[in-house]
């Protein structure tokens, strides 16, 4: 069975750092397009950051986490990493992993193949 589990999620004051995980299994791991996603209470989801497990190519969604998240693949664990740092009270939303095998990362690229379950975020000012 295809699973994405996400995990480390947490409560942090503003200026503190979390790092995301998301353990893939049941397919090609070498093969896939990861990414994360996120959605703030009220508000729709957003694309944050993919990468091509192959190659390494990462693409970030928005400009407000350029700089302080960094999206990597350890392809030994396969496993997908969001390392947030300096993190903002605007970044508080529940982040998802997602895969696709059938594209790859970029500005237009949507995962259809998979998705996890959520993970919380929660940045306190």
């Known amino acids: 069975d295809v699973q994405l589990q996400a995990s480390g999620g947490g409560s942090v004051q503003a200026g503190g750092s979390l790092r995301l995980s998301c353990a893939a299994s049941?397919?090609?791991?070498?093969?896939?397009?990861i990414g994360w996603f996120r959605q703030a209470p009220g508000k729709d989801r957003e694309g944050v950051s993919c990468?091509?497990?192959?190659?390494?190519?990462?693409?970030y969604y928005t400009d407000s986490v350029e700089g302080r998240f960094t999206i990597s693949s350890d392809n030994a664990k396969n496993t997908v990493y969001l390392q947030m740092n300096n993190l903002k009270p605007e970044d508080t939303a529940v982040y998802y992993c997602?895969?696709?095998?059938?594209?790859?990362?970029?500005?237009?690229?949507?995962?259809?193949?998979?998705w996890g379950q959520g993970t919380l975020v929660t940045v306190s000012s």
């Open positions: 997602a895969a696709d095998w059938h594209s790859r990362c970029g500005g237009f690229w949507y995962p259809l193949d998979s």
């Open positions: 990468i091509d497990v192959r190659d390494g190519f990462t693409y």
């Open positions: 049941g397919f090609i791991f070498d093969d896939a397009a």
